[in-house]
Each structure stands twice: as structure tokens, then as C-alpha cells.
């Protein structure tokens, strides 16, 4: 038996990406679940491409965050858009590599020739955290609802005390160290000796570069206005280093206090994207793609034992890619590195030029060297645009493809960190 295509793979054609503008927690996506804002970019998608009443081949998304009652987030949200129901949906979680995952899924799909054409994204709301119960008092109420008669509900009703009664809120704490996110990078920070400085030049950067593309056009393909929203609300286009230096640390104590709110990513809602098909299904469907998705790659660190920092897992993933297709860091036009926090960009890049941490960590002869930092998120980031976990892979699929196109050839180094130790990365080309 041979493979859906004869055993060779295809190239994968990346035709364009949808997000919401992103919003703040708390704000003015407060109301907005979910099922919400991912069934909008399905539908952005639909608008820009006349998938009205398309069966895709398959829809991949997910969230980090989800109420029980979201089990099938993402097929929902296919009901609930314009493309055909005939159009199968799966969900699945990577922490904040969950739409670059999902993304790589449909990659997939179609490389082996399974399917033509699919969605890959992801969504995140903190306003709609889900709030669980506590242990004690879930267990009891699965007992009440199992109860035959009237007295086993009373009995179980009456067995059930004050301490009982507890909520589970998410936090973004590691379950095996206890350590926020901010808290473990900003033992990274220090390791690297990233200063407060550098954090700082890398957050207003992020921000003039994300106010410039919004100056020139470049967010066309946003849905707007969702929500009352034309524009990611976490941007400030004033920002100024003077500024960033006035706020006080957040993560870290004595030299490890280098992180503001202003260096790190906000809690943030919002939702991406990103339509991805075969060769011919673009020719056929007068679609002309904006980049390839040539590979992807995923690793993950042992922060538990203190012998790697939570985020440095895209420091490890890059190589093992960069190996497979013999290209070099320096072989890239853009390099999108998701900052989740400006010192886990710094730090990946300081890692990258150390010889020590090249040789004995990634069994490298030579470190993989610096990289032209005036290619790095050039249209802005996760520090200015936000961060709704699972929404940011699609955000920066769909920003590096659109670079590409812009330039006409060249290729893009992608880096998404993620809780758990995590890391993944792609590259596109064209
Ligand atoms: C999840 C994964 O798998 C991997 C990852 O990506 S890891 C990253 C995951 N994300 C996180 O961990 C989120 C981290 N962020 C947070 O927890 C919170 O945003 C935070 C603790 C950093 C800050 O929370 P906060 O204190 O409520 O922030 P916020 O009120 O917005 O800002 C504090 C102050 O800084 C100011 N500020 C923030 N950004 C600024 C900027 N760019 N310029 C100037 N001032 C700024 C605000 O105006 C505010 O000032 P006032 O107190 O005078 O109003």
C-alpha cells in the first residue's frame, strides 16, 4: 500500500491569516467566550478567501484556557461559522504552542496528501478563565447526581461542610515548582545577565514597529471591528524607554528584578487563523500563496530539576531543525520570536552566541552566532500586540507569510516558547 500521494510529500502553501484585534483582559472582550472569537476568524476567513459553504479538510485550534463544557471548541466553532458542517474539527493544546502546533498539524495533512486544504489557530480568553470547584466538593456533587433515592441525596447533602466549598482558579504557575511563568524567566534573565535596559529597548520596539504596520496598512486582514475594536488595545505607540524605566519590577527579587508590566506580555484575549492548502488546491481556487511552511520542530527542557530555564526550550528546537535542512541562523530574512517576555527573546539569543552553552548543551562545534537584529519582529510582537496563549502562533504564521509575500522570496525563522518546558519553532519560505 502506498501513502495518499505515492509516498513523496507536498509542498504546503500558507494563503493568508484572520485574527480580532487583541484586547486586554478584562476589557473590552469581557463577554466574549471562546467559541466567540474563534468562530469570528473562521468567518474572516471565509470573507477573504469565498469559503462560503467549503468543506475544508479540517479545522485544528485550540485554547489553553477552557471551560469543561468547550471539550469540542473547535468543531463548534465550525458550526457555528460559514464553512460547510461537513467540515471536521479537532482540538489540541501545546500551552502557548498551540497554534503554531495546530498550524503544523494541517501542515502535515497535507504534505502526506490526506487532505487539500485546512485551518490551523487557536484562542484564548483570561476574562473567561474557567473557575473549577474544589476536589472535595466535586467528588460530593458527582455522588449527589448519582444518588437513587431521596435520602442518599439528603445524606450526601448533609455530609457536605463549609471547607468544602473552595475554587480551583487558574493561575499561570508551574504545577511542579510552584514558579509563575514571570518568576521562573526571571531566574533565566539573571543567568543570562539580561539587563533591565535591554528588556526595556526591546518592549518600545515592539510597540513603534506594531504602530508603524497599523500606519502603513499592514493589518489589513484583521476582522474589524470586533467588539468595538479596529486595533490591538495593549499598544502603545508613545512608549519610551524613559517610560518602561519608571515601573517597578514585577518577577524576581534582589538582581532578578528586572521585569515590569511593560517587559512582559499582558494577560490579553483574542483569536488567529491561518488558511494553509496544497499547490493545487490554491491554483484551483485562484488563491496565490503567500509563503511555504517548510518544517517545524518541538523540544522540551528539564526546568523541574533547575537544568534549564522554563522558556528555553525554542534554544534547543532550532538547531535540530536548522540541521535537517543544513541552513545556518544566519540564513533567514525574518525571525519572529514570540515575546512572551522581552528577556526570553534576549536570553535565547545570548544562548545562540555562547560557545559553552553551544557545545555542552546543544553538542554544537561552534555556536549558532548572532543574528541581524534588524530582522527581528519587525512589525511587532507579543510585548505591544498581546498574548492570548494559543493565538499567537497564528498571529506570527500569518505575519512571517505576509513578510515573505511583501519580499518576494526569502525565509522566516519562527520561535514560540511555552509552559511546561516547551518550545516550538517553523520556518517558512518562498
Ligand atoms: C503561556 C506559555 O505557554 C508561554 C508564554 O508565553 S509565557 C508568558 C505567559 N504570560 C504571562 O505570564 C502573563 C504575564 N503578565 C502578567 O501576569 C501581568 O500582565 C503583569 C503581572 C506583568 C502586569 O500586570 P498588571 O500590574 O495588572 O499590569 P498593568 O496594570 O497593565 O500595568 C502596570 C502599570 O504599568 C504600566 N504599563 C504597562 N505597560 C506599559 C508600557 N508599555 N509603557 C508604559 N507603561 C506601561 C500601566 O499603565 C500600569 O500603570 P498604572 O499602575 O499607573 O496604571
Known amino acids: ?181 514571570g518568576e521562573h524567566q526571571a531566574l533565566t534573565a539573571l543567568e543570562w545577565q539580561i539587563t533591565r535596559e535591554a528588556q526595556d529597548e526591546l518592549a518600545v520596539a515592539s ?43 514585577v518577577f524576581g527579587k534582589g538582581a532578578a528584578a528586572t521585569m515590569t508590566a511593560g517587559n512582559s506580555t499582558p494577560l490579553t484575549d483574542g483569536a488567529s487563523a491561518v488558511l494553509l492548502s496544497s499547490e493545487d488546491w490554491a491554483r484551483e481556487h485562484g488563491v496565490e500563496p503567500l509563503a511555504y511552511f517548510v518544517d517545524s520542530e518541538v523540544a522540551a527542557v528539564d526546568f523541574v530539576h533547575g537544568r534549564e530555564g522554563l522558556l528555553m526550550a525554542p534554544a534547543y528546537a532550532v538547531p535540530r531543525m536548522l540541521a535537517r535542512h543544513g541552513l545556518t541562523l544566519q540564513d533567514f530574512d525574518f525571525y519572529e520570536i514570540h515575546e512572551a517576555f522581552a528577556s526570553q527573546v534576549l536570553s535565547t539569543l545570548k544562548a545562540w552566541e555562547d560557545p559553552v552553552f553551544c557545545k555542552e548543551r546543544l553538542a554544537l562545534d561552534a555556536p549558532l552566532g548572532s543574528i541581524d537584529r534588524a530582522k527581528l519582529n519587525v512589525k511587532g510582537s507579543s510585548l505591544a500586540a498581546g498574548h492570548p496563549f494559543a493565538a499567537t502562533g497564528g498571529r506570527i504564521v500569518a505575519n512571517a507569510a505576509k513578510l515573505l509575500a511583501q519580499r518576494g522570496e526569502g525565509r522566516a525563522l519562527i520561535s514560540v516558547c511555552a509552559a511546561g518546558g516547551q518550545g516550538v519553532v517553523a520556518i517558512l519560505e518562498r
Not at 162 to 179: H, K, M, Q, V, Y
Open 207 to 249: 510597540h513603534q514597529h506594531l504602530a508603524a504596520s497599523y500606519d502603513d496598512g499592514w493589518q489589513d486582514d484583521l476582522v474589524t471591528p470586533y467588539r468595538g475594536l479596529e486595533r490591538d488595545n495593549n499598544l502603545r505607540a508613545d512608549s519610551s524607554v524613559e517610560k518602561l524605566a519608571k515601573l517597578k519590577p
Open 1 to 181: 500500500m502506498t501513502a495518499p500521494n505515492g509516498g513523496s510529500t507536498r509542498r504546503v502553501a500558507v494563503l493568508g491569516g484572520n485574527r480580532i484585534p487583541f484586547a486586554r483582559s478584562n476589557g473590552a472582550y469581557a463577554t466574549a467566550s471562546n467559541q466567540d472569537m474563534f468562530t469570528a476568524v473562521l468567518d474572516g476567513l471565509v470573507a477573504r478567501f469565498g469559503l462560503e459553504g467549503e468543506r475544508l479538510g479540517e479545522v485544528a485550534g485550540g485554547a489553553v484556557l477552557k471551560h469543561s463544557h468547550d471539550f469540542n471548541l473547535v468543531r463548534e466553532s465550525v458550526l457555528g461559522s460559514r464553512l460547510a458542517p461537513e467540515t471536521p474539527a479537532v482540538d489540541l493544546q501545546q500551552a502557548c504552542g498551540t497554534g503554531l502546533q495546530a498550524i503544523n498539524y494541517i501542515a502535515g495533512k497535507i504534505a502526506l496528501g490526506q487532505i487539500e486544504a485546512g485551518v490551523g489557530g487557536g484562542v484564548d480568553t483570561t476574562s473567561d478563565a474557567p473557575i473549577a470547584i474544589s476536589e472535595r466538593l466535586r467528588k460530593k456533587l458527582i455522588k449527589l447526581n448519582n444518588a437513587r433515592t431521596m435520602k442518599d441525596r439528603l445524606a450526601v447533602l448533609a455530609s457536605i461542610r463549609p471547607g468544602d466549598i473552595g475554587l480551583a482558579i487558574p493561575s499561570n504557575g508551574e504545577p511542579r515548582t510552584g514558579l509563575s511563568m
